[in-house]
């Protein structure tokens, strides 16, 4: 069989961690002044690297050794068939090149879904709320993810990628004097994927020959020939 790697899952993937690549949270002043603009880091792991913060006692809030929090932890956490988006594995789907010429085809894709959980940890209520006030409206009802399915320059093969948001969760401890609380939420994300065959190049029709006949017993056949791009 001939090798083939479309990188549809890895490209999905990267394509969601920059969805929440540019959240901020902002702090003011008793005056309401903006006195800092802090980016939300975003990191491709577990969800215990958010408790590890945990750790620090209230003496290292004081000295300002805690700028580990907020955090957004995003992980992958499985994929399965999609039964409902299956369709005829046997249909040729036909991809234009930039001429709107056919250059390529393949077979339908097989549906799949990806899910993934973003985690959320923060020092304080505020700043959660901050942050997920930001991601709700990102997903109205939906946030469609743009790709190209090959990665060839000079065809069309555009596709979108819906990802779904499901309703956060909150983890909120109780405050104890003697240990930091760190506030996490947990939201799960879907992507609707199909995952494609081999792409094979489409022949073109260079040379047609066509027969005319009549009924007319008394009539000969015509033969036309035509050569060239039809």
Request: with cysteine.
């Amino acid at each position: 069989m001939q090798y083939f790697f479309h990188n549809i899952t890895e490209r999905v993937t990267k394509g969601i961690f920059d969805i929440f690549d540019d959240i901020h949270i902002y702090r003011y002043d008793n005056n309401n002044n903006l006195t800092q603009d802090i980016k939300v880091p975003i990191i491709f792991g577990q969800k215990d690297k958010l408790y590890q913060f945990a750790e620090y006692n209230n003496s290292n809030i004081k000295h300002r050794n805690t700028k580990k929090l907020p955090l957004m932890s995003l992980m992958f956490t499985g994929m399965s068939k999609d039964t409902t988006k299956t369709t005829n594995k046997h249909n040729k789907i036909y991809i234009k090149n930039n001429d709107d010429i056919v250059s390529f085809y393949q077979y339908n894709g097989i549906p799949y879904k990806l899910t993934y959980d973003l985690h959320i940890g923060t020092l304080t209520l505020s700043d959660m709320f901050k942050i997920i006030e930001q991601i709700i409206p990102i997903f109205n009802p939906f946030y469609t993810l743009k790709l190209k399915l090959f990665n060839i320059d000079d065809i069309n093969d555009n596709f979108n990628v819906p990802i779904f948001m499901n309703d956060p969760t909150f983890d909120i401890p109780n405050i104890e004097n003697d240990k930091i609380r760190v506030i996490t939420a947990t939201i799960q994300l879907t992507a609707n994927v199909f995952y494609y065959p081999i792409i094979k190049d489409a022949k073109m029709i260079e040379k047609c020959k066509l027969t005319l006949a009549s009924y007319d017993k008394n009539l000969d056949f015509i033969d036309v020939d035509y050569e060239g791009n039809l």
